[in-house]
């Protein structure tokens, strides 16, 4: 069958919308219809050509929402007509780390999923005869994907796709980030780097907890009333205090340093400051950002040995199956905000002006519906 679908057919080039051959779903897949997906900063990552995995051509996006259309065989825990979300971290419930308990990153496909195939090593995609690949086991820019089984959440179906889809990523990598991977406690001192769609997750999760002061950090004074909405205590700009004095102005604002800080930006420059504003002993440094090919990170190691971590995560150490249908529960109890951050909706003809208006800050998150 087709399916409509914005293909990237090569590096810094705009998503090119067009009918696209997928196949039907082998063993353990799944045919979903994509209803909804945003449009996160990793989309644009890799369609900068700065992801080492990143291939062409390729159908981008993997913070969606859908319904299961066709199941393959020996499939068993969804069936036709279930709602799902994609997962670009799966839940085998098998591997040694889903077994460890230990970390959310299955490893029973991410090999396969990095190089833009299904688990049997071919896409389910073509165009004119040549395949088009697969993009971290989601590829949610089109009406319909192909997925593993192990790669769907099974959510409630009262829930609207539009606004779901963002806990196909951003929710919960943000929230996750605070209650998994730092496990933030009532009364620390956070500050956040980075206040787009990730970032302001990041401080409704730390007020969710009962942080005390949350401080936010961007170059972007139009992130400081949403962010105040979500719970942000202080307002940093480093254009207006000066980008060599971030450090200290968390240090003096928190009385000696941040118990948490979380970089949501993917800036190795930002990630030391990032590291160095925590607090002497404890402070605890989150890297959430995605930072591209050849870059690294580094500190005086004295920084480590003087009681600070750095650690990261992925998907905000969330086990998809798992942990994404009670955030989805969350949302529709009115725990979690996720309608003021969808702040641009619009239909897959409109994709690159979402991406535009990401890379000029004008939006939280852009979702597409189809
Ligand atoms: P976004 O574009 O919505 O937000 C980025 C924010 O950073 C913007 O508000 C921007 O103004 C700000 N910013 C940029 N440079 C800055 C600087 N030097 N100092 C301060 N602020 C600065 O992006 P997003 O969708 O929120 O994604 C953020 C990062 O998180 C990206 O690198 C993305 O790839 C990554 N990400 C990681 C995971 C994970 O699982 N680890 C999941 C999702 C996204
Ligand atoms: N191919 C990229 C990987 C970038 C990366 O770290 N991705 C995150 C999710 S970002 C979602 O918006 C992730 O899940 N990482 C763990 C993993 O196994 O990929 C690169 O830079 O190489
Ligand atoms: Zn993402």
């Not at 679908?5 to 353990?28: N, R, S, T, Y």
């Amino acid at each position: 069958m087709k399916t409509r679908a914005a293909v990237a057919f090569a590096a810094g080039k705009p998503l090119q919308v067009m009918d696209v051959e997928i196949g039907g779903p082998k063993a353990g897949e799944v045919l979903v219809e994509v209803k909804a997906t945003g449009l996160c900063h990793t989309d644009l990552y890799t369609l900068s050509g700065a992801d080492p995995e990143g291939l062409f051509p390729a159908i981008l996006g993997h913070e969606g929402a859908g319904i299961v259309r066709e199941v393959g065989a020996g499939v068993t825990s969804v069936k036709p007509g279930d709602h799902v979300i994609p997962l670009y971290t799966p839940e085998c419930r098998q591997c040694k780390t889903c077994l460890s308990q230990r970390s959310n990153l299955c490893t029973a496909i991410r090999g396969t999923q990095g190089k833009g195939v299904m688990p049997d090593g071919t896409s389910r995609f073509s165009c004119d005869g040549a395949p088009v690949m697969h993009y971290m086991g989601c590829s949610t820019f089109a009406n319909f994907t192909i997925l593993p089984e192990i790669a769907l959440a099974k959510v409630r179906e009262d829930a609207p796709f539009e606004k779901i889809c963002y806990i196909g990523c951003g929710v919960t990598t943000g929230i996750g980030a605070v209650i998994n991977t730092a496990k933030v406690w009532a009364g620390a001192n956070v500050a956040v780097f980075g206040l787009g769609g990730i970032g302001l997750n990041v401080i409704q999760g730390a007020r969710m907890v009962g942080a005390d002061r949350i401080i936010g950090v961007d170059l972007n004074p139009a992130r400081e009333e949403m962010a105040r909405k979500f719970g942000m205590t202080d307002f940093i700009n480093p254009n207006e205090v000066g980008h060599d004095k971030v450090v200290q102005a968390i240090v003096d604002l928190t009385g000696g340093g941040a118990d948490f800080s979380f970089e949501c930006i993917g800036n190795v420059k930002v990630m030391r400051q990032a590291l160095e504003c925590t607090h002497r002993g404890w402070g605890e440094s989150i890297i959430i950002g995605v930072a591209g090919a050849g870059q690294e990170i580094s500190t005086r190691p004295f920084q480590l040995v003087t009681g600070r971590s750095w650690r990261g995560t992925a998907f905000g150490g969330a086990r998809g199956r798992t942990d994404v249908p009670k955030i989805v529960d969350w949302y529709m109890q009115g725990k979690i905000d996720i309608d003021s951050l969808i702040t641009h909706v619009m239909p897959l003809d409109d994709i690159n002006h979402g991406f535009e208006l990401m890379e000029k800050g004008e939006s939280i998150r852009s979702v597409v519906v189809y």
